[in-house]
């Protein structure tokens, strides 16, 4: 270890270096702009706000850290960040990643809102986010934003811990094409092409991906596992500027995926998505907005489960409508934001639903933002929603914050907020023989209930080139369901196994993190993570100890001369224990995680770039998940290049 911090040591002082005012001019003059854009948040309060008006923990993800991060995976993308919990892992139906904030890693993290676009992509089957089914090239994406601590009350369910909003680029009407090209070990081989234009006053941008990759090896034997991946994703993205300041924008996309299933001997698994979103926006003057959205997505989900040779065929549908007003007045004083959504969910199924094949659900909800800003330095926000279901009638939600300035652009936060997250249709309705046991839904199974206390502060100093951030949260979540023994049966050997409000849980936790940038493209970080879970049941590796204890990250990107430029991540989780209620539990050792790339440009054309990248270079594999399958060490080499406009 000691030659990775020699190396660390030296790549932080070429950047120390190249911090001087002379290295600063050579990147241009985009770095007041950067500073100046990277500080804009949408996602906490649906509308633009700097990080020291936000009275939550922000971390946002911008395009220059995508494209240095040399990630092949969106929830790579996460990896490094401080309060993330990110897990490669294979469930039995292949969902491949695992994204959770703060703490309760699962294959699907109830309680963690993920957007696209502002469009909810939370599943109306499982709690939580097949995240490889995205269809969301790396290149299409601008920033992501990740929001720690609960916005249910502006959200609706499935926000109680976080939500994380992905954000497209958006088309500017000139022609480019873009290509990127790259393979690897392990059969990997990824193609992006990616055509912008403008049809009259209509801007388009649209992308295809493919990717195939051999699947990961057994840790107990080193062999390739059936866990292979063939992905092709198409994405469009419009905006149309109309009369009287009004823009019309359009996504439309899908995923279309075959994947072998490693916990089932030879099985396979076809895996498809597509979506449709229509999103106007409409500005009546600089104080008062409006914003009116409509979506729809189908997954079509075709597979083998664990231990069983019966097919499964599900199909789940989702319908939002959102109608959202902002309002600025009293001089910006007052600042109140306040709609109405509604969404639909169904799941067809006769394999996981036989007497009621398409169990669904109505979801209804009113919401309030306020933010009063009674004197200079202080802030006082407070957000409510009411939410009525056919599955459990009325939830409230809310949350009361406030942000006082110590100094100029140096904030401390307070918040309080109780949110509930209603059960999606599997473990409410799920009637599956998966022999020898059968999964048994419970509609009378409670929403989870979150109530959460959080203090935190952030500076930003040296004309914002650095800042600092740090929470400390304590989380109790109510309700939590497992799967428990109610029946069992002989000739043959059945095992009934139902969905039950089992057992509550209690998350502490202090997150830090410290970032300079010297430029857009320049900058390193360092991040500390620690968390602390306990619960009632003493579940160890379903609850409790599933969490690493502690998690430190550290790296950044330089410009080496010469047209070379590099990037590392390095991250430590410590110890701790995993458990899915379908396959088992598993001991995680402590590992360390390198991630790096090298890209050289070409001096005769800026907008080629060749570049080399690897993840987890500091070991052959390790074990993440209990699915039996570790993490190999990969890398890859390819080329980028533009023709016409840079996006």
Do not use: C
Request: glycine share 8%; proline share 4%; charged share 20%.
């Amino acid at each position: 270890m000691a030659h990775v911090v020699q190396k660390l040591g030296l790549f932080i002082s070429v950047l120390l270096l190249q911090s001087q005012p002379g290295h600063a001019q050579s990147d241009g003059g985009d770095a007041f702009e950067f500073f100046q854009e990277e500080a804009k948040v949408t996602t906490a309060s649906r509308r633009a706000q700097t990080i020291n008006e936000i009275p939550m923990a922000v971390d946002i993800i911008t395009k220059e850290e995508i494209k240095a991060s040399g990630a092949t995976t969106l929830w790579d993308l996460m990896r490094f960040r401080v309060g993330m919990d990110v897990l490669d892992g294979r469930s039995a139906d292949g969902n491949r990643g695992i994204v959770s904030v703060r703490g309760f890693p699962q294959s699907f993290a109830a309680n963690l809102q993920v957007l696209v676009d502002g469009r909810s992509v939370y599943s109306a089957h499982d709690d939580g986010v097949a995240w490889d089914q995205l269809p969301i090239p790396l290149q299409d994406i601008d920033r992501i934003e990740i929001i720690r601590g609960p916005n249910a009350a502006l959200y609706g369910t499935g926000a109680a811990l976080g939500v994380i909003n992905i954000l497209t680029k958006k088309p500017d009407g000139q022609a480019a094409l873009a290509m990127d090209q790259r393979v690897g070990n392990r059969d990997f081989l990824q193609s992006y092409e990616a055509v912008d234009a403008a049809i009259g006053k209509v801007l388009a941008h649209v992308s295809y991906a493919y990717r195939t990759q051999e699947g990961n090896p057994q840790a107990s034997t080193g062999r390739e596992a059936n866990d292979f991946l063939n992905k092709q994703t198409f994405n469009v993205r419009t905006e149309t500027a109309l009369p009287n300041h009004t823009n019309l924008s359009l996504f439309a996309g899908g995923t279309w995926s075959n994947i072998g299933l490693p916990i089932t001997q030879g099985g396979r698994g076809d895996l498809n998505h597509h979506f449709e979103m229509l999103k106007i926006a409409h500005e009546f003057s600089e104080e008062s907005t409006i914003e009116i959205s409509g979506s729809r997505k189908d997954d079509e989900n075709h597979y083998t489960p664990f231990a069983s040779n019966i097919p499964v065929q599900i199909r789940d549908l989702q319908y939002d409508a959102d109608i959202l007003h902002h309002l600025a007045w009293w001089d910006q004083r007052l600042n109140t934001t306040y709609g109405l959504s509604y969404r639909h969910v169904e799941s067809q199924s006769l394999q996981q639903f036989p007497g009621d094949h398409s169990p669904s659900a109505e979801f209804y909800r009113g919401y309030v933002q306020q933010t009063y800003r009674p004197l200079k330095r202080l802030t006082l926000q407070g957000a409510a929603a009411l939410e009525s279901t056919t599955l459990s009638g009325l939830q409230p939600s809310y949350q009361m914050s406030s942000i006082f300035a110590l100094v100029p652009e140096q904030t401390l936060r307070m918040s309080y907020s109780v949110s509930h997250t209603v059960h999606d249709l599997f473990p409410l309705f799920a009637q599956f023989p998966n022999p020898p046991t059968v999964l048994q839904g419970n509609p009378n199974l409670p929403p989870y209930k979150v109530t959460s206390y959080e203090v935190g502060y952030h500076g930003d100093y040296a004309d914002r080139h650095l800042s600092f951030d740090t929470s400390l949260f304590y989380t109790q979540i109510n309700h939590f369901h497992t799967l428990v023994p109610v029946a069992v049966t002989y000739n043959p050997f059945l095992l009934t196994l139902q969905f039950q409000d089992y057992d509550k849980a209690i998350a502490r936790g202090i997150e830090s993190e410290v970032k300079y940038h010297f430029t857009s493209a320049r900058w390193v970080y360092l991040n500390y993570t620690y968390e602390s879970i306990t619960d009632i049941a003493g579940d160890a590796g379903l609850r409790t100890q599933n969490t690493p204890a502690h998690k430190l990250n550290f790296g950044g990107a330089t410009d080496l001369g010469g047209g070379f430029s590099a990037s590392t991540n390095m991250g430590y989780k410590s110890r701790y224990l995993i458990t899915n209620e379908s396959i088992g539990t598993a001991a995680v050792h402590a590992y360390w995680r390198l991630d790096a790339r090298l890209a050289y440009l070409w001096p005769w054309y800026k907008d080629a770039e060749l570049y080399v990248a690897g993840q987890n270079l500091l070991q052959a594999q390790h074990l993440e998940f209990t699915d039996g399958l570790a993490v190999p060490r990969t890398y890859q080499g390819g080329i980028s290049i533009k023709f016409g406009a840079v996006r």
